[in-house]
């Protein structure tokens, strides 16, 4: 086995050690979010914990949640180690809509109020759309359109309630040229893309702005899911060659809630490095039929 191969094939650590979370420079001023609070959801990894981190770096209140409580845990001390921060968490699942609502009421209790909603969580895993399940199939909508949904409209009822504005960046992917491999999160997020479009317009006179951040291919804890060798291709989905970074993601949702986004609803944000435009993503790998000789 040649050393590509050796390296291609063995553990790698993806994403960004909390560490670099806490002290890498920001592109916006530390108390650009002072005395507003997020609610982020799927914040205990991944994108999500990388937001977490730099809401909390902008003056934030912060509340994260998702179905593992140790990994919420982890983000929490972590921030409160390296930011001298404290952050809300609480387990549960986003596909149950009465425990979306508990959510909501939590973050209300514990910060007293929410500016803007920042829908992360999901899954997915790769296989051939052939070979779904119906429980795969269910799962993976369940949680990545039907939670997503739960989570807008119990946020946006509590601001129609109150009087209030607000803001909801959900989290998506590049669908625009499909997914091969992963056509269950396709169908998903397309899904949530245009609900965000629609529900935009029927909610602007509630001063309530919806918005999507589309990642491409992103150096998260993700790629964990995926053999090494069909992660590493990853970065040449694109013409840049290159993986974006949790930094990318997280500075977009920035962009979207600050001021800097407070003419933009019902737009999706596109963060690829030009996959949108030219690249093949593949996450298991190309099959032989579409891989082109002496390419």
């Known amino acids: 086995m040649n050393d590509t191969v050796k390296e291609a094939s063995a553990p790698k650590s993806w994403g960004m050690a909390d560490e670099e979370l806490a002290s890498r420079p920001l592109a916006f001023r530390e108390d650009l979010f002072?005395?507003?609070?997020?609610?982020?959801?799927?914040?205990?990894?991944?994108?999500?914990?990388?937001?977490?981190?730099?809401?909390?770096?902008?003056?934030?209140?912060?509340?994260?949640?998702?179905?593992?409580?140790?990994k919420l845990e982890e983000t929490a001390a972590g921030i409160r180690r390296l930011l001298r921060r404290e952050i809300g968490t609480m387990?549960?699942?986003?596909?149950?809509?009465?425990?979306?609502?508990?959510?909501i009421d939590a973050?209300?209790?514990?910060?007293?109020?929410?500016?803007?909603?920042v829908n992360n969580a999901g899954g997915q895993y790769p296989q051939a759309a052939i070979d779904f399940s119906v429980k795969?199939?269910?799962?993976?909508?369940?949680?990545?359109?039907?939670?997503?949904?739960?989570?807008?409209?119990a946020a946006a009822r509590r601001w129609q309630r109150e009087a209030l504005p607000g803001n909801i960046v959900n989290i998506v992917a590049m669908v625009w040229r499909g997914m091969p491999q992963v056509a269950h999160t396709c169908a998903a997020r397309a899904g949530v893309i245009y609900l965000s479009k629609t529900v935009s317009t029927e909610w602007a006179p509630l001063k309530i702005r919806v918005n999507c951040v589309a990642s491409g291919s992103i150096d998260s804890e993700g790629l964990n899911v995926y053999?090494?060798?069909?992660?590493?291709?990853?970065?040449?989905?694109?013409?840049?060659?290159?993986l974006g970074d949790m930094f990318d993601i997280a500075?977009?949702?920035?962009?979207?809630?600050?001021?800097?986004?407070?003419?933009?609803?019902?737009?999706?944000?596109?963060?690829?490095?030009?996959?949108?435009?030219?690249?093949?993503?593949?996450?298991g790998g190309m099959p032989d039929y579409y891989k082109v000789p002496q390419r």
């Not at 973050?107 to 909603?117: I, N, Q, S, V």
């Open 34 to 70: 002072a005395g507003q609070t997020f609610l982020v959801s799927g914040g205990g990894s991944g994108f999500g914990r990388a937001i977490a981190y730099v809401c909390a770096r902008l003056g934030a209140n912060v509340m994260i949640c998702g179905r593992r409580p140790e």
């Open 91 to 103: 387990a549960m699942s986003i596909r149950d809509p009465d425990a979306v609502q508990g959510l």
């Open 107 to 117: 973050t209300y209790a514990r910060f007293g109020r929410l500016d803007t909603l």
């Open 136 to 153: 795969g199939w269910l799962a993976v909508i369940d949680t990545n359109l039907n939670g997503t949904w739960y989570m807008m409209q």
């Open 227 to 242: 053999e090494r060798a069909d992660a590493e291709m990853f970065r040449y989905s694109n013409p840049m060659h290159e």
């Open 251 to 283: 500075q977009a949702v920035v962009y979207l809630s600050a001021p800097t986004g407070k003419f933009i609803t019902g737009e999706v944000l596109v963060v690829d490095g030009g996959n949108n435009q030219f690249g093949d993503v593949w996450p």
